[in-house]
Nanobody
Framework: QLQASGGGLVQAGGSLRLSCTASGFTFDEYAIGWFRQAPGKEREGVSCISSKYRATYYADSVRGRFTISSDNAKNTVYLQIDNLKPEDTAVYYC???????????????????WGQGTQVTVSS
C-alpha cells in the first residue's frame, strides 16, 4: 500500500512537503515516483528516487524547486516543493516501480502500483 499525504492550499511562493508512506512490500527494493495530474491534463511524472541505487531524477519542469528524499527507516519518500506556482496545482500521486528504464524513468507505464492522491492547490 502507498499512502500519499501533505497536500493543501498554499499561496504562490510557499512550500509544501508531501509524504508517501509504503507498507506491505520491501520498500528499498523499489523506485518510488511522484506524479501529478491537473484537471483536463495527462498525468505527469515529476520525480523519482531509488534508495537501492542511491539515485534521484527530476522532470525539467520542476528541477530546482522540487526535492525528493527518502527515509528507509520510516518507509517514506518525501517531495519538498518550494516556490510553489499556480501551475503546480494538481493531485499528486506516488507510485512504485521495480526498475524504471532509462529514458522513461517518469513514464506512468513503468510503475505498477499507485497510491491515492493528495491535492495541492496554489493560489495566486
Amino acid at each position: 500500500q502507498l499512502q500519499a499525504s501533505g497536500g493543501g492550499l498554499v499561496q504562490a511562493g510557499g512550500s509544501l512537503r508531501l509524504s508517501c508512506t509504503a507498507s506491505g512490500f520491501t520498500f528499498d527494493e523499489y523506485a518510488i515516483g511522484w506524479f501529478r495530474q491537473a484537471p483536463g491534463k495527462e498525468r505527469e511524472g515529476v520525480s523519482c528516487i531509488s534508495s537501492k541505487y542511491r539515485a534521484t531524477y527530476y522532470a525539467d519542469s520542476v528541477r530546482g524547486r522540487f526535492t525528493i528524499s527518502s527515509d528507509n527507516a520510516k518507509n517514506t519518500v518525501y517531495l519538498q516543493i518550494d516556490n510553489l506556482k499556480p501551475e503546480d496545482t494538481a493531485v499528486y500521486y506516488c507510485a512504485r516501480s521495480v526498475f524504471p528504464r532509462r529514458g522513461v524513468l517518469l513514464a506512468p507505464s513503468e510503475y505498477d502500483y499507485w497510491g491515492q492522491g493528495t491535492q495541492v492547490t496554489v493560489s495566486s
